[in-house]
């Protein structure tokens, strides 16, 4: 995107804001399973087209947000999407250099290693069943971002040019 830098931060927050509504959105206990990782793929997305300005940083305070929206032991999500962008940083040079099909498939390669992370901290903080249906948020993460990525930059380019 050619906009601004602070147009451009500002627009970037946004979106993870947005990410974050949309994450802690209730659902019915039955659909909590379908509901994609929409603050982890925010934060790829990010991370991915603005290295220099997303990063680790924001991972953790916004796993701190949602550890206190959500009431879980503070700092839970904040590992965990702290994790997420430290994995982004570790395969970005190569993301770039994929196809959007690609891409799509670590998209769920990385979101699934925070899903088990997840899961395995949740294992530790008390009794829970853990069964495979977990995968599917990662799943879904990965089938939405060649729409997310197009979209975004669509509107980056409509943006740049106002």
């Given at each position: 995107m050619a906009t601004s830098p602070p147009a451009n931060l500002l627009w970037i927050w946004l979106?993870?804001?947005?990410?974050?509504?949309?994450?802690?959105?209730?659902?019915?206990d039955g659909w909590q399973v379908w509901r994609p990782d929409w603050l982890g793929l925010m934060l790829i997305y990010w991370y991915m087209h603005e290295p220099q300005r997303v990063g680790v940083f924001h991972g953790f305070v916004l796993g701190l947000l949602m550890d206190l929206i959500e009431g879980t032991p503070l700092g839970h999500n904040a590992l965990l999407l702290s994790l997420l962008?430290?994995?982004?940083?570790?395969?970005?040079p190569r993301f770039r250099a994929y196809s959007l099909i690609q891409q799509a498939l670590l998209i769920f390669v990385l979101l699934g290693m925070v899903q088990v992370a997840e899961q395995w901290l949740r294992a530790l903080f008390g009794p829970f069943a853990m069964h495979l249906s977990f995968l599917l948020?990662?799943?879904i993460g990965a089938l939405l971002w060649p729409w997310l990525t197009t979209l975004f930059e669509a509107l980056g380019r409509r943006l740049a040019r106002h």
């Amino acid at each position: 995107m050619a906009t601004s830098p602070p147009a451009n931060l500002l627009w970037i927050w946004l979106t993870l804001l947005l990410a974050l509504c949309l994450q802690v959105m209730p659902l019915a206990d039955g659909w909590q399973v379908w509901r994609p990782d929409w603050l982890g793929l925010m934060l790829i997305y990010w991370y991915m087209h603005e290295p220099q300005r997303v990063g680790v940083f924001h991972g953790f305070v916004l796993g701190l947000l949602m550890d206190l929206i959500e009431g879980t032991p503070l700092g839970h999500n904040a590992l965990l999407l702290s994790l997420l962008a430290f994995l982004c940083a570790l395969v970005y040079p190569r993301f770039r250099a994929y196809s959007l099909i690609q891409q799509a498939l670590l998209i769920f390669v990385l979101l699934g290693m925070v899903q088990v992370a997840e899961q395995w901290l949740r294992a530790l903080f008390g009794p829970f069943a853990m069964h495979l249906s977990f995968l599917l948020s990662s799943l879904i993460g990965a089938l939405l971002w060649p729409w997310l990525t197009t979209l975004f930059e669509a509107l980056g380019r409509r943006l740049a040019r106002h």
